[in-house]
């Protein structure tokens, strides 16, 4: 898997971590090298690409790095956004109507939260009941999902909502490829019993379990 890294991304080392420990291998890639046709699936790591400049991952979402993903993502390739990299799926506009805008409190929210998983027929999420709500961080400043009509893509739902997302969104899949996933909670911090504080758990876990049986038996 690549775990694609653009200047500012500060996640892709902790995905990398967690999708070797999960049994797969992955490798990061600098934006600039990233060939699609190497690679089985790929994901857009988290953090400040290019320091969040215009909006937070409006410059990634034009590189032509963008452009072997969306090839990827049309050859049915399992694409994940972390965060930052939902950020680009959306600016790049593969994730249907609607926008990521600044906290309803206008500041950087990092807390753990709780989140349902609405949509289990991903290949990131096929390990999930329908309804399931696990534990995951989220640590973003431009989270709030905005859109003029309620969507009917959403993978991930907070259910305590930390942003002011409308509907309570927390992440999508493209509307024509459910083989694209984005969401603005941390599956890679959360992976780990010993990383989850009192009274929550490893809520992203099954994210790459789900992943290697996509992988190893379809979806
Ligand atoms: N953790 C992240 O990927 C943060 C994304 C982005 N820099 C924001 O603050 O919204």
């Not at 080392?13 to 699936?41: C, I, P, T």
């Not at 590189?63 to 694409?79: C, H, L």
């Not at 807390?111 to 534990?135: F, I, R, S």
């Amino acid at each position: 898997m690549a775990v694609l890294k653009f200047p500012g991304t500060n996640g892709d080392e902790d995905v990398k971590h967690v999708v070797n420990l999960y049994g797969m291998r992955g490798e990061v890639v600098w934006y600039k090298e990233f060939k699609q046709s190497e690679w089985d699936a790929v994901v857009l790591a988290g953090g400040f690409s290019y320091a969040d400049r215009l909006r937070a991952g409006a410059i990634a979402s034009v590189t032509s790095a963008m452009d072997q993903v969306v090839e990827a993502a049309e050859e049915g390739k399992p694409v994940l956004g972390i965060c930052n990299g939902f950020q680009m799926l959306m600016e790049r506009g593969l994730m249907g109507n609607g926008a990521l805008l600044h906290n309803l409190n206008n500041r950087f929210v990092c807390k753990w939260v709780k989140v349902m998983v609405v949509d289990n027929k991903t290949p990131w999420t096929l390990d999930y009941e329908p309804g399931e709500v696990v534990d995951m961080p989220v640590a973003h400043a431009e989270g709030r999902y905005f859109s003029e009509s309620e969507p009917n893509n959403v993978v991930f739902k907070y259910v305590e909502n930390p942003n002011g997302s409308m509907w309570d969104v927390a992440g999508l899949h493209s509307p024509e490829l459910k083989n694209v996933v984005g969401l603005m909670p941390h599956p890679e911090r959360a992976a780990e019993e010993v990383l989850a504080p009192p009274g929550r758990g490893p809520g992203g876990s099954k994210v790459w379990t789900s992943l290697r049986r996509a992988l190893k038996h379809g979806w």
